[in-house]
């Protein structure tokens, strides 16, 4: 690892990011080349912005009863490594390292199982919806990190890597003004992406 990516993580939790440790991840199969980004969705109740439930979720303390909404989804257990809010402020609930719950079944470049050998993060948002200038400036900042420190060659929207199955993060994600931002090749990013 670089001086730099020293710097920047901790035993794969990244410095800059709101700590919130989640029981929902396990190892990383040996030999994992950690070669993806994985952008997805999430808002509880969907819509609705700015509550904890999220946090909640994502650390198995949500109260499945506090909206109906949640009674669908009662029991799951799933985090993201990284959730960015609409302010643009950061969390990690899983260390980069090991492998969290995010994506399941699923399949990108040429490889199934992406939980496996990827690092997920959530926006703040709702597939359709618009997301925030200050989201995309925290995923500026955020995945030139995770590259310093694991060799990232492809980025991807949940929807891509599950397709039919899973929508998020959505048409109203931006991926040409990320591509600007981050100034990384083309060819790292879903094909489809490239058109918008
Ligand atoms: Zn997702």
Known sequence: ?????????????YRFARPLPSPNFGPRPAGAQIDLIVLHSISLPPGQYGGDEVQQLFTNRLDWEAHPYFEKIRGIEVSAHFYVRRNGELWQFVSCDDRA??????????????NDDSVGIELEGLEGETFENAQYETLASLCPAIAQAYPTA??????????????DPG???DWR?????????GA?????TLDA
Do not use: T, V, Y
């Open 1 to 13: 690892m670089s001086d730099l990516a020293d710097a920047l993580w901790h035993s794969g939790w």
């Open 171 to 173: 048409a109203g994600f």
């Open 101 to 114: 719950w995010h994506a399941g079944a699923s399949s990108w470049r040429g490889r199934s199982n992406c």
């Open 188 to 192: 790292m990013f879903p094909a489809a």
């Open 177 to 185: 003004l990320l591509r600007e931002q981050l100034g990384w090749d």
């Open 154 to 167: 492809f980025i991807a929207g949940h929807e891509h890597i599950a397709p039919g199955r899973k929508q």
